[in-house]
């Protein structure tokens, strides 16, 4: 089985760009979840789907960062302007539909905010 | 929201030793799951347990909810067991809260 894929492995940008962050989760699985985490500490979750359907994002800042997923598989973050406190690992995970379901994440993105 | 507290912060451990990592949450859980992360920055699903006991292998955990904490036992540590541990918990089946995990150093 195929796990979470996730693109790019790593980017770096200078502050005020854009970047745009790529996840596929395992097939079949509904629920997709974007952590991030800052070095040092347990992953923070930014935002939850089910199917495409937004189940959490109350610690998103949605002054600055995006998040969808067309379709219900594929998904996409996106963070515009960048900040230098972004500079973090963002995770993607995903488990079957539900939330008593263990996660398994991707390998995630290291972004650093020049 | 729920407050996660691991510990011990670090451990190191000589190969082949044994040892309990512990987690312990403020409030009702009826989502628990560890985690290990490699060195690599990998993050792997130990364990789904919000309740009662399981055993994979050289790992096992246990968790007594209604006293809010939960155990994660290695034995016969090996140096692929390096890395930090965390455990994250939930209330509604949603959104996970993650400890500060526990670095393990196993030297050989």
């Known amino acids: 089985e195929a796990g979470v894929a996730q693109s790019p492995r790593y980017k770096i940008i200078e502050k005020r760009q854009s970047v745009a962050f790529w996840c596929n989760p395992i097939s079949g699985h509904a629920t997709l979840y974007w952590y991030q985490q800052i070095l040092g500490q347990g992953p923070k979750l930014l935002i939850q789907f089910q199917n495409n359907g937004v189940v959490d994002d109350s610690q998103l800042p949605k002054d600055r960062f995006s998040a969808e997923r067309l379709k219900g598989v594929d998904s996409t973050l996106k963070i515009q302007p960048a900040k230098l406190e972004d500079s973090a690992v963002y995770l993607c995970?995903?488990?079957?539909?539900?939330?008593?379901?263990?996660?398994?994440f991707g390998d995630g993105t290291r972004l650093s905010i020049l | 929201g729920i407050q996660v507290e691991q510990s011990p912060p670090d451990l190191i451990l000589q190969e082949g030793a044994n040892s309990t990592l512990r987690c312990n949450f403020s409030d009702s859980v009826n989502n628990l799951q560890w985690f290990h992360q490699n060195p690599w920055g990998q993050l792997i699903n130990l364990f789904y347990i919000p309740s009662g006991t399981k055993q994979n292998g050289r790992l096992s955990a246990t968790t007594v909810a209604t006293e809010r904490y939960s155990l994660l036992y290695i034995s016969s540590s090996q140096t692929t067991d390096s890395g930090v541990y965390f455990c994250?918990?939930?209330?509604?089946?949603?959104?996970?809260?993650f400890g500060a995990g526990t670095t393990v150093t196993v030297r050989a």
């Open positions: 995970a995903s488990s079957l539909k539900g939330g008593y379901q263990p996660q398994h």
């Open positions: 994250a918990v939930g209330l509604s089946g949603y959104k996970l809260s």
